[in-house]
């Protein structure tokens, strides 16, 4: 009994003496990006080689999606008759949902794990350490850049997957099955709100972008500069990463569609 509680609160305060590191270096980021948009080739390097990590299993993931929501849309909706509203079903599933979080699972099994194991890797082989030896931040040279470029790369992702979704839809639903395409883009247009749908999606998409790349990038900093560390700080990241991103949408969809 005393072992297990010894256990417990071994893993409470190191619980807490890692959201602590965390919030620190959080807000250490915000602080060191005051300078950064002097330089924006270092943002817009990384939001390139972010995008192009990400950019194929999105697209192909949003088409194979919206291939499915024609295929169980229609299913479903052809038992009560409004099988006319499928444009409707497949728009709001991809802008509300599926679009954001989807594409923030995505992102952390493919870009995240890719920045973990960069700055691991960095600090592995102290360069990070060298950088601090000639004055320069790591934090404002290398890790800013990087978080900065997954928040703007992640609802460009999320937009290229709803698009791509929607047209996966519209390719089964109109041109395998046979649903009228003037219903089926008139009803999308006439249910789908600008702000109450695609402007919360778009919000959704860049708060999991902040989780996901902070979660990343605090992974890969304070990864052990080892193989094995590294490794295991890449699996850290899907595993937090995914369970946030999951989180966070149950939290904001009761907010913003109460």
Excluded: C
Excluded at 113 to 118: D, G, H, Y
Excluded at 170 to 196: C, N, R, T
Aim: glycine letters at 12%; aromatic letters at 10%.
């Amino acid at each position: 009994m005393i072992g297990l509680l010894a256990r417990l609160g071994h893993a409470t305060r190191t619980t807490i003496v890692s959201i602590g590191y965390a919030t620190r270096m959080f807000f250490t980021i915000l602080r060191a990006s005051g300078g950064l948009w002097r330089r924006l080739r270092l943002v817009t390097d990384q939001i390139h080689f972010i995008g192009n990590y990400s950019l194929v299993i999105i697209a192909i993931s949003g088409l194979f999606v919206g291939f499915v929501l024609g295929l169980q849309g229609y299913y479903t909706l052809n038992k009560y008759g409004s099988e006319q509203a499928l444009g409707l079903l497949v728009a709001l599933s991809l802008t509300r949902e599926l679009g954001p979080v989807v594409t923030a699972l995505l992102f952390a099994g493919r870009a995240g794990t890719s920045l973990t194991a960069e700055i691991g890797l960095m600090k592995a082989g102290e360069q990070l350490s060298a950088m601090e030896m000639m004055a320069v931040n790591p934090i404002q040279r290398i890790v800013a850049p990087r978080f900065w470029a997954g928040v703007i790369a992640m609802p460009l992702l999320a937009a290229l997957f709803s698009a791509l979704g929607v047209m996966g839809g519209y390719l089964v639903g109109v041109k395998l099955i046979g649903v009228d395409e003037g219903a089926f883009w008139s009803q999308m247009q006439g249910g789908v709100d600008v702000w109450k749908d695609i402007a919360n999606g778009v919000i959704k998409s860049a708060i999991f972008g902040v989780a996901v790349t902070f979660i990343a990038l605090y992974q890969g900093f304070e990864s052990q500069p080892t193989p094995e560390g590294v490794a295991r700080a890449t699996t850290r990241t899907v595993v937090f990463a995914s369970l946030t991103v999951l989180f966070l949408d149950f939290l904001l969809t009761a907010l913003m569609f109460n």
